[in-house]
């Protein structure tokens, strides 16, 4: 019975200074990211929502952050012309308020997925070979008869 007071201690201790922790700093996730990829930014509950936060960065620009489950939030999307390397991306509550700045790291390669010339490109393979199918069977049927 010695054993489980040590482990209390210990849990209450950990417990206490989780409480007394500051909250969680500004997040910029995933990172790293590559090109086209949607990012989330978030201020970590720092920012007051009354009062709103805004994100900046030479990547996508100004963008306003609005309430979520877990403080100020938003989600943008990496340009696909982003050049690969550590971008800096600012938070700021509120004019004149806090500011917390975060790195973001884009690497080389692109967002997995079909683009509009694939897409194109598939649609028109896919009607190549339906009017292929057509004439074949009419000519299949035109020799029978």
């Known amino acids: 019975m010695k054993l489980a007071h040590p482990a209390v201690v210990a849990l209450l201790g950990a417990a206490a200074l989780g409480a007394a ?3 969680a700093p ?6 790293p990211v590559v090109a086209g990829q949607r990012v989330h930014l978030g201020d970590g509950g720092r920012c007051a929502a009354a009062v709103g936060a805004r994100a900046v960065s030479t990547l996508f ?5 609005r309430p979520g489950a877990h403080g100020l939030a938003a989600d943008v999307r ?12 600012t938070i ?4 004149g ?7 973001l790291t884009v690497r080389r390669g692109r967002v997995e ?11 028109a393979l896919l009607l190549l070979a339906g009017g292929a199918a057509y004439l074949l069977r009419r000519r299949g049927a035109a020799a029978r008869s």
């Open 21 to 23: 922790a500051p909250a």
């Open 26 to 31: 500004a997040r910029v996730e995933p990172d």
């Open 61 to 65: 620009g100004p963008v306003a952050l």
């Open 78 to 89: 990496v340009p696909e012309r982003a050049a690969p390397g550590r971008h800096t991306v």
């Open 92 to 95: 700021r509550c509120a004019p």
């Open 97 to 103: 308020g806090e500011t917390f700045t975060e790195t």
């Open 113 to 123: 997925g079909v683009d509009v010339p694939q897409a194109a490109g598939g649609l």
